[in-house]
């Protein structure tokens, strides 16, 4: 069984937080941690645009009873990267240029994530800075409110069946299927993975299916909880499929 645990506390908790964890404890930090930006502020009704239908319909996407707490007013401390360099060998940070004063090692490692969604107020594209290579990578996966991706292979083409979407549970939720690309590209399988702001879970899900020991923290509690309802509705889907995998793999040999 694969370890996957989350802890709803603030991951700088000077007692049982990052501080506490031995050097390179972790073989990778993925997160998503708060850009200071204030998204918290802005309202979701005011960028709830109509999405058209193929009878010439338009429908809205429904508001979400997102979390309330004030996640997004502040960025982390610079000590916070210090620590998360100390005890992760290699890093991927989601939103990375909103940080490049705070990262404590320079590299030119990027990660561009194009998400297909159209003209609207949402960025075009979310970057990741990352020190695991040098090069600048980019991928395309769709994520416009109900238009989603069919999948990474086709990730321009919407997926057709709208209750086949992930559901979404947080503000700033990234898709699974995204974490998916990391996992299959970068992160080997059974590596080690620390999330600081876990959020909708999405990166637990992914790392579940990679086998690598996940640790997470979550601060907000409504947030902490709707990734826990997740986790347990999803992780038993997933080891029947593992099994099932790992049947096939003993047919095979």
Known sequence: MVPSIVYNMDCNDPIKGISTFSDNQFDYALIDPNWGIGE???????????????????????????????????????????????????????????????????????VVWDKVNGTNDFSDCEIFW???????????????????????????????????????????????????????????????????????GSNRISAYKNKSPFLGFEIDKKSFLAQEKRWAETKPELDQKMQILNLMFKLVE
């Open 130 to 200: 990352t020190n695991c290579f040098k090069s600048v990578r980019m991928f395309s996966y769709m994520w416009n409110g109900m238009m989603q991706g069919e999948s990474l292979l086709n990730p321009r083409k919407q997926q057709g069946n709208k209750a086949l979407n992930e559901k979404r549970i947080h503000r700033s939720q990234t898709p699974i299927k995204v974490y998916d690309w990391f996992y299959k590209n970068i992160i080997p399988e059974g590596a080690s993975v620390i999330d600081t702001h876990t959020g909708s």
């Open 40 to 110: 918290t502020g802005i309202s979701s009704k005011s960028r709830n645009t109509a999405v058209s239908q193929k009878n010439g319909s338009t429908m809205k996407i429904p508001d979400k009873d997102y979390s309330d707490s004030n996640w997004d007013n502040e960025r982390p401390s610079k000590e916070f990267f210090t620590q998360l360099f100390r005890i992760s060998k290699f890093q991927i940070i989601k939103g990375g240029n909103h940080f490049t004063d705070l990262l404590p090692e320079v590299s030119p490692g990027r």
